[in-house]
Every structure is written in structure tokens, then in C-alpha cells.
């Protein structure tokens, strides 16, 4: 009971932290937000006057209201069955700019 074998959460019932399978509707909604706040940092940038080539290659990504569901919240992997995976199964995908997918997928 006590010691080095003691029962412990992680010991017990597996991991503590599960990612789930799927997106919950209030992880959409902060995928849609996070999306539009970048488009509106983006548009601010260019409104500026500012030019430079991150800038250019940003105005290049389609906008969170021109993506198609799919690209919102799954991304390209030539790994799973369909070749597709939920957004949130990609490290640090908060920090990442994943609007594109290669053609045909």
C-alpha cells in the first residue's frame, strides 16, 4: 500500500491524460476562433503598410471562413487509414499553421 509500489492514478486505470478520438464542439468553435484571430493579426499586418516575405506567403493561406471543414480540423498523414487525422492529434498544433493539405486529399 505504501512505498514504492503503492497505487497510484496512472497505475491504476492507465494514463492520466487521454487525447480524445475526436474533436469536442467547444474545441471546434476555439479551432474557428483561433483561426479568425489570425486572420484579423494578418489583415492588420498588411493594412500597415508592411512588406516582407512571411507576410506574402501568409496572404497566400486561404481565410477560417474560405477552409473547408476538412482542412480546419484534420490534417494530411500518409499514415492513417484514410490519410487523414483529427487536428488536435498533432504536436503543439496550437502553434502551427496547418490551413493547407496537398491536392486531391
Known amino acids: 500500500m505504501f512505498g514504492a509500489f503503492r497505487a ?8 492520466l491524460w487521454k487525447v480524445p ?7 471546434k468553435a476555439n479551432v474557428r476562433t483561433r483561426l479568425k484571430r489570425v486572420d484579423t493579426v494578418i489583415e492588420a499586418v498588411r493594412a500597415s503598410g508592411v512588406e516582407c ?7 497566400q493561406l486561404p481565410k477560417e ?13 500518409r499514415h492513417a487509414r484514410g490519410y487523414r487525422k483529427g ?10 499553421t496547418l490551413r493547407q493539405s496537398p491536392t486531391g486529399f
Open 87 to 96: 487536428i488536435h492529434k498533432v504536436p503543439k498544433w496550437t502553434r502551427l
Open 21 to 27: 478520438w475526436k474533436l469536442s464542439t467547444t474545441r
Open 65 to 77: 471562413h474560405e477552409m473547408a471543414p476538412r482542412d480546419k480540423y484534420t490534417v494530411f498523414t
Open 8 to 15: 497510484t492514478q496512472p497505475s491504476l486505470s492507465g494514463l
Open 53 to 59: 516575405a512571411a507576410l506574402t506567403k501568409a496572404l
